[in-house]
């Protein structure tokens, strides 16, 4: 075994061949060589004890990955009980309901920012929208026009309604009809809307019932009854339209 071993061999054969090396060079390319030859002539015993070496080896490395992956475990299952699928669930779902509530929130804003309370060409004014007729017309035709706008002649409940309507007229100086009448039940005066008078704003001497005179019309110096079939501007008024937020 020796014999074959031997690390002259090889190096007469390098010098057969005409090769030289440095000494040094030389003895590691040949010990480099010949290990394998050496191995395969080993004793069984030794060879046996070089696997059972390296088996040792790699199932101590194995334990050793094992062990680490068990002492996380514990670790990760507590932090996955303390967040369970039903605590993600409800995180999550509180998440979206937010974002809903945001776009919401935005929607709002600038559907408000959009909206009109009152449609064009009408005014708005204490909670109620008012357009001012541009023709003249009886005081039936009036209530009718007003009607087929889904609106009413107008009703006035208190002072500054009344100034309001008033600046109006002042500023065209045109007589208007206004929704009230005592055509059905003399004296009686009475709102388009079935509601009984409770505030007047008549003219000194008003109404005076010339010659049955029934309706009512608004002029600059307060109210005046006159016959329905004189033909005045108008007044619708309808409620104005709730704007979203507001």
Not at 23 to 50: H, I, Q, V, W, Y
Not at 56 to 80: A, K, Y
Not at 227 to 237: G, N, R, T, V
């Amino acid at each position: 075994m020796a014999e074959m071993c031997d690390p002259k061999e090889p190096e007469e054969k390098e010098l057969f061949e005409g090769q030289r090396l440095a000494e040094k060079d030389l003895g590691l390319s040949r010990r480099l060589r010949n290990l394998p030859g050496c191995l395969t002539r080993a004793p069984l015993p030794l060879m046996l004890l070089f696997i059972s070496l390296g088996l040792f080896m790699l199932l101590l490395t194995t334990l050793v990955q094992v062990s680490r992956i068990q002492q996380s475990l514990p670790r990760e299952t507590g932090h996955q009980e303390s967040r369970s699928p039903v605590v993600l669930l409800q995180e999550q779902t509180q998440s979206d309901l937010e974002k809903i509530r945001q776009q919401l929130t935005w929607m709002n804003a600038t559907l408000a920012g959009l909206c009109r309370p009152c449609p064009w060409d009408w005014t708005l004014f204490q909670g109620s929208c008012y357009i001012f007729s541009q023709t003249q017309s009886t005081w039936k035709a009036a209530v009718s026009a007003c009607e087929d706008i889904r609106a009413q002649l107008v009703v006035i409940n208190n002072a500054e309604e009344q100034k309001f309507l008033k600046f109006w007229d002042i500023r065209n100086n045109k007589r208007i009809w206004i929704g009230l009448s005592d055509q059905h039940n003399e004296t009686f005066w009475q709102w388009v809307d079935k509601s009984p008078l409770t505030l007047s704003f008549w003219i000194e001497g008003e109404p005076n019932n010339i010659g049955d005179e029934d309706c009512v019309e608004l002029s600059t110096d307060g109210w005046n009854d006159n016959k329905c079939s004189a033909e005045d501007f108008w007044i619708c008024e309808k409620p104005s339209a709730p704007c979203p937020g507001l």
